[in-house]
């Protein structure tokens, strides 16, 4: 990847300003576009003087704005979206506006500028509820069960289209669960606010057996941008993540032992899944990444248990401050 002019929305959340990091590592001109609504300027702080970084406050949805903040690029990173799927069901605008709708001003405001690829974060949400079997990019149909699925699903078709019509180039990730430092959200994060309420009692949601791929987010980011260096289809789509699970339960006890917490009591909100959309047994088979030459660094379990560290790292050095 020679030095690019990257614009990334949602560069200050999550996974963005790991991606930033990343970006400014290798010497590329970054333009980070946020409305900090969930990311934190403090997770880009490391590069307020660097003059590769530029940050630019702002709302996806504004579309003219946006237009004139997005020229002079030549790669844009779309990874703002609603960062929390249960938010969906108290506001079921919430996904059309930050996944479909942000999607569709980011790809107009590339044509209008003449901006060829983008790179587009998209979620294994899409596949919907399917049977327990390790999900391939080319299974189908696709059926979301969520509204953050849908408007993921949706952003996923918008991006095909604009490639399809007007000549451009993209690379579609279908993540797994992304876990790792700076998180602000998930599962990990949840269950640490609990047990500081209540150190003795852990209430988890479903039955505790919901199981899904972990994603390392130094691995999230290392594949997304092997897949973009690596594949030249009009539109690439890749599942990201590795190829083992892990369980609620186990996610807990290892939560529990890192914290260093004694005879904390399980408790079950029932049923089979946490919440109305929730999928909840997803396994993943990312062929097509290693078929390239990639595969995740961290399994599933792995994963869990890296990130928990960090998290629980990150807060206790916040409560020092």
């Known amino acids: 990847m020679v030095h ?9 959340g999550f996974i963005g300003s790991h991606l930033v990091d990343k970006l400014i590592i290798e010497g590329h001109k970054v333009t980070v576009f946020d409305n900090l609504s969930s990311g934190r300027e403090e997770f880009i702080a490391q590069h307020k003087n660097n003059p590769n970084l530029k940050f630019v406050f702002g709302d996806l949805l504004e579309l003219e704005s946006l237009k004139k903040v997005i020229s002079n690029h030549n790669i844009v990173f779309h990874l703002a979206a609603n960062p929390d799927a249960r938010m969906g069901i108290q506001d079921t605008t919430l996904d059309l506006r930050l996944e479909t709708l942000a999607t569709y001003n980011t790809l107009e405001a590339m044509r209008c500028n003449g901006i ?10 899409i596949y919907g509820e399917t049977p327990v079997i390790p999900l391939t990019e ?3 149909p696709v059926l979301p ?26 690379w579609i990730f279908r993540f797994g669960n992304v876990v ?12 640490i606010q609990k047990l500081k309420n209540n150190p003795h009692e852990l209430e988890i949601l479903g039955d505790g057996t919901q199981t899904k791929p972990y994603l390392y987010v130094g691995d999230c980011i290392e594949g997304i941008l092997y897949g973009f260096a690596n594949s030249r289809e009009r539109v690439n789509v890749f599942n990201l993540g590795p190829s083992s699970a892990t369980d609620v339960t186990t996610i807990a006890k290892v939560l529990v032992t890192e914290l260093g917490l004694e005879n904390v009591k399980f408790t079950y909100t029932g049923g089979d899944r946490g919440w109305a959309g929730d999928v909840p047994q997803v ?4 062929k097509k990444m290693k078929n390239m030459g990639w595969g995740t660094k961290f399994s599933s379990n792995a994963a869990v248990k890296k990130a928990i560290k960090e998290i629980v790292g990150d807060i206790k050095i916040s409560s020092c401050r």
């Open 180 to 191: 790792g430092s700076r998180t602000t959200h998930g599962v990990i994060f949840d269950f």
């Open 116 to 125: 060829k690829q983008i790179i587009l974060a998209s979620s294994g949400t």
């Open 4 to 12: 690019e002019r990257c614009f990334v929305t949602g560069g200050a």
């Open 138 to 140: 080319d299974y189908g």
């Open 283 to 286: 396994r993943f088979n990312p």
């Open 145 to 170: 069960i969520s509204l953050y699925g849908a408007g993921k699903l949706a952003s996923e078709g918008l991006v095909s289209a604009f490639c399809n019509t007007f000549d451009m180039q993209a």
